[in-house]
């Protein structure tokens, strides 16, 4: 069985008074137990994650990261960095850094590897728009965008990466894709990395994310192959974050 794993993305919020009760409240409420969680907050944010979460059971991690090294990129976060600030998580490929930043799916398996080679966990960010859904397109685009990262990664590589599927369509929509919905697309996600190795499909967790809430987590997470969530609005409620984590 794999591990079930729930990662908050902040995205640009928070401040360090309300990151500080947030936090806390987290905290707090995962008491000694062994949650697996964590939280992708903005960049200038990690330093107080590392204050704060240090020896706790909440990881944490960043929401991208530059697919170079170092040098003159303006603006851009190396993957050094974050290990740095002692991140574990980073999200790469998320569909509002696809879509309003161009990232492509090269760039997104790019990021991928910078990460890795950093020795962080990246988070990647698969989904389809709803035009693409309709188009019953769910499954060539999905498979696209991790494809482009499988075939960028070697060997065991593949084995240390976190998958999110997360619809475009029910991202802060409310909209949820339903259990069975999510599972087919988890179940496809998960045959195309056993095509490429059968020990990592077997251990790749495969996070749902869009709308996941403490009322639906619970039949989302139970599909065989959703093994977490990706939580957006509902990450940025202690008591919401906590019930889905309990949820898991
Ligand atoms: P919501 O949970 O707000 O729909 O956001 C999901 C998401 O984009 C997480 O990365």
């Known amino acids: 069985m794999r591990p079930k794993l729930v990662v908050g993305n902040w995205k640009m919020n928070g401040s360090r008074a309300n990151n500080a009760t947030l936090l806390a409240g987290i905290v707090e409420g995962l008491g000694n137990g062994k949650a697996n969680a964590a939280v992708c907050v903005p960049a200038p944010y990690l330093q ?5 979460l240090a020896g706790t059971t909440l990881a944490w991690g960043a929401q991208d990261v530059s697919l170079h090294a170092s040098g003159a990129y ?16 980073v999200i790469v490929g998320h569909s509002e850094r696809r879509a309003y930043h161009g990232e492509t799916d090269h760039m997104v398996a790019q990021k991928a590897l910078a990460a890795l080679d950093a020795g962080l966990t990246p988070i990647v960010c698969v989904g389809e728009t709803l035009a693409e859904r309709e188009a019953e397109q769910t ?19 593949v084995e240390r990466i976190v998958v999110a599927y ?20 988890h179940a496809q996600l998960r045959s ?20 996941m809430k403490p009322d639906n987590a619970v039949e989302l997470m139970q599909q065989a192959d959703i093994d977490g969530g990706l939580i957006g609005g509902a990450a940025l409620k202690a008591a919401d974050f906590l019930a889905i984590i309990n949820a898991a």
């Open 48 to 52: 107080q994650c590392a204050d704060v």
């Open 166 to 185: 997360e619809p475009v369509w029910a991202i802060g929509t409310g909209k949820t894709a339903t259990p069975a919905m999510a599972q087919e697309v």
């Open 139 to 157: 499954n060539v685009v999905v498979g696209k965008q991790l494809s482009a990262v499988l075939e960028l990664l070697d060997g065991d590589a």
């Open 192 to 211: 195309r990395l056993r095509e490429r190795s059968g020990l990592a499909a077997e251990k790749v967790a495969i996070l749902y994310g869009g709308s």
């Open 74 to 89: 303006t603006g851009d976060v190396a993957a050094s960095m974050l290990v740095d600030f002692a991140c574990r998580y």
